[in-house]
Nanobody
Framework: QVQLVESGGGVVQPGGSLRLSCTGS????????IGWFRQAPGKEREGVSC????????YYTASLKGRFTLSRDNSKNTIYLQINNLEPDDTAVYYC???????????????WGQGTQVTVSS
């Protein structure tokens, strides 16, 4: 079973920055997709950014590009989400999810972490 654990959330002021981490076991396949999602209070869950074995980094939500950057550590089974210039509307639970897809739009993710809370307040 795939295990994913997110960390790095917290309470920050507007304009601040956070780097979220997601660490977990790897899928035993030659292709994969793993990405970040978030769910704000009273809102539907939305995709943020994703990386896959075929297409590299893509964005589910174009408006987030520029402040959100996904990266992968080749020496660890870890992906990161760097968030800059945080806004109150960024307040949400951020989730990491993965599946055995060659690209990020192949389907809904099967494996999810528990989430990490990001709260932006002044």
């Amino acid at each position: 079973q795939v295990q994913l654990v997110e960390s790095g959330g917290g309470v920050v002021q507007p304009g601040g920055s956070l780097r979220l981490s997601c660490t977990g076991s790897r899928l035993t396949l030659n292709y994969w997709a793993i990405g970040w999602f978030r769910q704000a209070p009273g809102k539907e869950r939305e995709g943020v950014s994703c990386i896959s074995s075929s297409h590299g980094v893509t964005y589910y939500t174009a408006s987030l590009k520029g402040r959100f950057t996904l990266s992968r550590d080749n020496s660890k089974n870890t992906i990161y989400l760097q968030i800059n210039n945080l806004e109150p509307d960024d307040t949400a639970v951020y989730y990491c999810a993965t599946d055995a897809y060659p690209q990020c739009d192949s389907g809904e993710m099967k494996y999810w972490g528990q989430g990490t809370q990001v709260t932006v307040s002044s």
